[in-house]
């Protein structure tokens, strides 16, 4: 793996691995401005939690896409379409681009997301986020650049699993015997979280 030390490297990463094994390229040049202006590549995982350094976001969305891949692999899993498990590991957590900013770009106005980010970023939350949420988030964020089939949005909607509170348990449990997929996801997720601490 290429060693990351700035978000050009994160970037370089993620054009090298959002292919399919064939070559086919899966993100258009809008989805990829749009992330590229959303900070994908710089902003933090989470601010008080593990991924709390600047391009932790990226790190932890490349780690459970690769695991989820890796699984797909070994376990034979089958998705809709081939490029799912891509765009699932990958995009479930873009909900977290309008959760934080950077605390040193605060004097320009920030808006939600978009938010400028400064050299020495210092993140802290939001305070002006303008969508609460979180799979449910990173799904409506992602319908202005993928069609996305039901599987990946079950998927990114309950990658949280039961974590997600007992008000989603009934429809997580319906969402995983419709796609088995949406326990590999929360699995994925698990993984490179709790597991390989990315
Ligand atoms: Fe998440
Ligand atoms: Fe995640």
């Not at 809008?30 to 994908?40: N, T």
């Not at 106005?109 to 988030?137: A, L």
């Not at 969402?175 to 698990?190: F, G, N, P, Q, S």
């Amino acid at each position: 793996m290429m060693n990351m030390n700035n978000d050009k490297d994160r970037q370089n990463k993620f054009l090298e691995v959002m292919k399919l094994k064939d070559g086919t390229p899966l993100v258009s040049v809008d989805l990829l401005e749009w992330l590229i202006s959303q900070g994908f590549f710089m902003k933090p995982a989470a601010i008080s939690h593990h991924g709390n350094y600047t391009g932790g976001l990226f790190d932890h969305s490349l780690a459970v896409m690769e695991d989820l891949v890796e699984m797909t692999e070994k376990l034979n899993i089958e998705w809709t379409r081939p490029e799912s498990p891509y765009i699932v590991g990958m995009f479930h957590d873009v909900c977290k681009l309008d959760d934080y900013c950077d605390k040193n770009a605060m004097d320009t106005v920030v808006m939600g997301t978009g938010s400028p980010i400064s050299k020495n970023p210092d993140w802290i939350h939001n305070p002006n986020r303008m969508m609460k949420g979180h799979g449910d988030k990173s799904v409506m964020l992602l319908s202005q650049f993928i069609n996305l089939t039901e599987e990946e949005m079950l998927c990114i909607r309950f990658h949280m699993g039961a974590y997600e509170g007992q008000d989603a348990w009934d429809s997580f449990d319906k969402a995983i015997r419709k796609y088995e997929t949406v326990l590999w996801t929360h699995t994925a997720d698990m993984y490179a979280s709790k597991v390989q601490d990315v």
